[in-house]
């Protein structure tokens, strides 16, 4: 697998799970950094660097998803010779959810549990407004509204100026998203949500439930739209029960 997906971080072979996770709009691998150190042994959280922000500031950010799903396809085809699992916040979990559509498609391995988070279902209609091609002070003011990104970073101009174009590419993914409709995904899936998510309230995630063959579980968290951080060792918690306590074995 190429490092520049994980930021030089080595995989364990070892690993009885890989938990691949997958950033909000804007995020970069560094949101899952202190998850590495949480986990518990029997698990590796692998979090992906998309291009365009971490350490990969230097590439040209992707602002579509199929091409963005296609290179993450790519990337951990090489690292699937584990049992594994997807988790994704936001922009994260669509990205999740469409990467396990495409490994099912390239008939390679399926992760043992899909985790999508802080994201309503694929096809459900949006419900804020489309600000990827909006003027940066309108992409402020959306930033503010989420909650997710500190005041003083959007008050300082040099490090805006840097993020913007990321951000509207991760906006663009999410805006010019199109679902096509396939059968539900024969993965276990769970899904978790901010009891005080403004953009993303409980009732917009019971949709999920259309996309696994199984019974999805529905798990919430205090907090808003950033649950993931604020209520981070509890979601964290919730994954290593989910996972059962010895990995199906890869095919």
């Known amino acids: 697998m190429d490092g520049k997906w994980l930021t030089g971080q080595e995989l364990r072979p070892e690993a009885e799970y890989r938990l691949f996770c997958l950033p909000y709009a804007g995020g970069s ?40 799903v ?16 997807l988790f994704g916040h936001s922009m ?8 396990t559509r495409t490994l099912r498609e ?24 489309v600000v990827h091609s909006a003027t940066d002070a309108e992409l402020r003011q959306e930033l503010r509204f989420l909650n ?16 913007l174009p990321t951000l509207r590419a991760d906006f663009s993914v999410l805006e010019t998203y199109e679902y096509r ?8 899936l769970t899904v978790f ?26 798990q919430l968290f205090p907090g808003d739209h950033f649950f993931l951080h604020s209520a981070a060792p509890d979601v964290l918690a919730a994954i290593r029960d989910t996972l059962p306590r010895h990995a199906p074995v890869t095919p």
């Open 193 to 218: 949500g901010g009891t005080a998510d403004p953009s993303v309230p409980p009732t917009a995630l019971h949709g999920w439930r259309e996309h696994t063959t199984g019974s999805p579980r529905l």
């Open 92 to 99: 994260g979990a669509l990205l999740a959810f469409e990467l």
């Open 106 to 129: 390239r008939g390679l391995p399926l992760p043992a549990h899909l985790f999508v988070s802080g994201a309503a279902a694929p096809g459900t209609p949006r419900r804020r407004p």
């Open 29 to 68: 691998a560094a949101v899952y950094h202190k998850w590495r150190g949480a986990a518990p042994g029997r698990f590796q959280v692998c979090a992906l660097e998309l291009p365009g922000r971490g350490r990969r500031l230097t590439e040209t950010p992707i602002s579509r998803l199929r091409p963005m």
């Open 70 to 85: 296609k290179a993450l396809a790519d990337a951990i085809e090489g690292a699937l010779d584990r049992p594994f699992a």
């Open 181 to 188: 409709a396939q059968p539900p995904l024969p993965v276990p």
């Open 148 to 163: 997710g990104t500190p005041r003083e970073l959007l008050e300082n101009e040099e490090l805006m100026a840097l993020m």
